[in-house]
């Protein structure tokens, strides 16, 4: 890495995930997690939407993380073009079931598991759906039938629907609104003001060892107005932006830095 000896970092500030007690925590993130929890913990659903790049898969693995395996049964799936059947069948795999040879005998199957968990082991079960803007209708009509509202008014499993915001346009469907209807949580996860950019940067110069400003004035100002203050623009623009200061062999990142690391992002 050649600006992380020149700064004094011990590890490159912007190209690995964070472990779980170095997450930066502001006061919308924090809200958001507690929104999960309370999802979890009532096994409601909800929804999370935010562009590429906005936290989405950092709050789903806090969340995994902080989730007791002997209370809680979480379920990933992420492969969303797939058919009804298909999805059917990848949940089942996820359940330790042998798919059968129709949906329907499989989906009942799934139902059953689901029950057993939670009435005999005692366990909620947590199904997160990543990538769910890309779900096919007829697989969204699955969500009410697999949580079975109309039986239990508590409900038999936590459910997650994590996507890009034309998952809230594809759920304003009217063949979608016995779905809609039971969406007790939705959050949209948006950039991060000014200020909170300029704190993020210091938490990750900081994780990574150096606590020192980096970043002139102006120059955060033009990485603010680059990334729009979306996680992982911040991370792009400030490891090339550091890398070009590096190269120029000067100890502070400049506006001009910032420029150029932008327009080679761009290509």
């Given at each position: 890495?050649?600006?992380?000896?020149?700064?004094?970092?011990?590890?490159?500030?912007?190209?690995?995930?964070?472990?779980?007690?170095?997450?930066?925590?502001?006061?919308g993130l924090e809200e958001l997690?507690?929104?999960?929890?309370?999802?979890?913990?009532?096994?409601?659903?909800?929804?999370?939407?935010?562009?590429?790049?906005?936290?989405?898969s950092t709050a789903l693995r806090?969340?995994?993380?902080?989730?007791?395996?002997?209370?809680?049964?979480?379920?990933?799936?992420?492969?969303?073009?797939?058919?009804?059947?298909?999805?059917?069948?990848?949940?089942?795999?996820?359940?330790?079931?042998?798919?059968?040879?129709?949906?329907?005998?499989?989906?009942?199957?799934?139902?059953?598991?689901?029950?057993?968990?939670?009435?005999?082991?005692?366990?909620?079960?947590?199904?997160?759906?990543?990538?769910?803007?890309?779900?096919?209708?007829?697989?969204?009509?699955?969500?009410?039938?697999?949580?079975?509202?109309?039986?239990?008014?508590?409900?038999?499993?936590?459910?997650?629907?994590?996507?890009?915001?034309?998952?809230?346009?594809?759920?304003?469907?009217?063949?979608?609104?016995?779905?809609?209807?039971?969406?007790?949580?939705?959050?949209?996860?948006?950039?991060?003001?000014?200020?909170?950019?300029?704190?993020?940067?210091?938490?990750?110069?900081?994780?990574?060892?150096?606590?020192?400003?980096?970043?002139?004035?102006?120059?955060?100002?033009?990485?603010?107005?680059?990334?729009?203050?979306?996680?992982?623009?911040?991370?792009?623009?400030?490891?090339?932006?550091?890398?070009?200061?590096?190269?120029?062999?000067?100890?502070?990142?400049?506006?001009?830095?910032?420029?150029?690391?932008?327009?080679?992002?761009?290509?």
């Open positions: 890495m050649i600006y992380r000896a020149f700064f004094g970092f011990t590890h490159s500030p912007f190209q690995r995930p964070l472990s779980k007690d170095q997450l930066f925590r502001p006061p997690h507690s929104r999960l929890r309370y999802l979890v913990d009532t096994r409601a659903l909800g929804i999370l939407t935010g562009e590429p790049g906005s936290g989405k806090r969340l995994r993380d902080e989730l007791h395996p002997d209370q809680v049964r979480a379920l990933y799936l992420h492969d969303t073009l797939v058919n009804a059947a298909d999805f059917c069948r990848q949940l089942a795999l996820q359940l330790g079931l042998e798919p059968q040879w129709s949906r329907a005998m499989t989906f009942r199957l799934i139902q059953q598991e689901i029950q057993r968990l939670v009435q005999e082991r005692h366990l909620t079960v947590l199904l997160v759906v990543d990538e769910a803007h890309h779900l096919r209708p007829d697989v969204l009509a699955l969500f009410p039938l697999l949580a079975n509202f109309d039986w239990d008014s508590t409900g038999r499993l936590a459910l997650l629907l994590a996507g890009q915001s034309g998952l809230r346009q594809r759920l304003q469907m009217a063949h979608l609104e016995a779905l809609a209807q039971r969406i007790t949580i939705r959050f949209a996860l948006r950039g991060f003001d000014r200020d909170t950019t300029e704190k993020y940067l210091e938490h990750r110069l900081k994780v990574a060892g150096v606590d020192r400003p980096l970043f002139t004035d102006s120059a955060l100002e033009a990485l603010y107005d680059a990334s729009q203050g979306v996680m992982r623009r911040i991370d792009t623009l400030a490891h090339q932006a550091l890398a070009v200061a590096a190269t120029s062999r000067t100890q502070r990142v400049e506006p001009e830095h910032v420029l150029k690391a932008a327009e080679e992002v761009r290509g």
